[in-house]
């Protein structure tokens, strides 16, 4: 009997080791907003437009852009944040440098109280008739921003898409990273954020990790 009590011991004080491991391999992988910009992409090259680069400058100004409803959910429809927010909040708030900002050519923004996954958030609020498919696929654009947004750690649930015509290696440049204080809550594509948990935006991840857990968790009881 004690010598199957060892390995077992050693499993078990792995084990922690392992979920932390198992939920940050997670996370990484699960950005909503670098979701919809592959989205984004495929369906743009699948309509015969150049896919655009995903810029994390421009991904931050996007979440910034959110930010600036404040939870208004209401508002997307019919009101834009000032232009000069942009220079005076947005850029500063992400690390971008001011004289790279470049021309705005496409905004695709929603909000709805219930998270959506990435692929129904595309079809069902961002790109839902003709003229959304036209900004989609506009052949003007270069680059590309996304971001995800709860409010608080809860709904409503914001979704921005910024499109620009600059040069993606030149423009919305970023002077090391990111300042933190730009970040959570929400998510922005391109910087490979870690974006799980509901107050990021991405209930469905963190559902999925705890069940990765109590699956494990069962098969140690098992033994
Ligand atoms: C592109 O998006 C539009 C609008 O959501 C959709 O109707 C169309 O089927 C998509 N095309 C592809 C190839 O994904
Ligand atoms: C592309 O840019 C031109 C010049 O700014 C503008 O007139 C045109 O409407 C744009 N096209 C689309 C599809 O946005």
Redesign the pocket.
């Known amino acids: 009997m004690a010598m199957f009590a060892r390995p077992l011991l050693a499993t078990l004080l792995l084990l922690p080791a392992f979920l932390l491991s198992a939920a940050s391999a997670a996370d990484s992988k699960s950005n909503p907003a670098d979701e919809l910009v592959a989205?984004i992409n495929?369906?743009r090259t699948?309509?015969k437009a150049s896919s655009v680069s995903d810029n994390q400058g421009l991904g931050c100004i996007a979440l910034q852009y959110i930010k600036a409803y404040e939870g208004h959910c209401d508002q997307v429809d019919d009101k834009k944040p000032m232009e000069s927010s942009f220079t005076d909040t947005f850029a500063p708030t992400c690390g971008v440098q001011a004289t790279t900002l470049s021309k705005i050519t496409g905004r695709l923004v929603a909000c709805q109280s219930q998270y959506l996954a990435p692929a129904e958030a595309?079809?069902v609020l961002l790109?839902?008739d003709a003229k959304?498919?036209q900004i989609?696929r506009s052949k003007n654009h270069t680059e590309v921003g996304a971001a995800v947004s709860g409010t608080d750690g809860g709904g409503p649930y914001f979704w921005c898409v910024l499109f620009s015509d600059g040069k993606p290696t030149t423009s919305f440049k970023v002077d090391g990273e990111v300042p933190k204080a730009a970040i959570h809550p929400g998510c922005f594509s391109g910087n490979n954020d870690d974006c799980s948990g509901p107050t990021n935006g991405a209930v469905l991840t963190s559902a999925g990790a705890l069940r990765l857990v109590t699956a494990i968790l069962f098969a140690v009881a098992a033994l």
């Open positions: 989205l495929s369906n699948a309509g595309f079809g790109v839902n959304g498919l989609l």
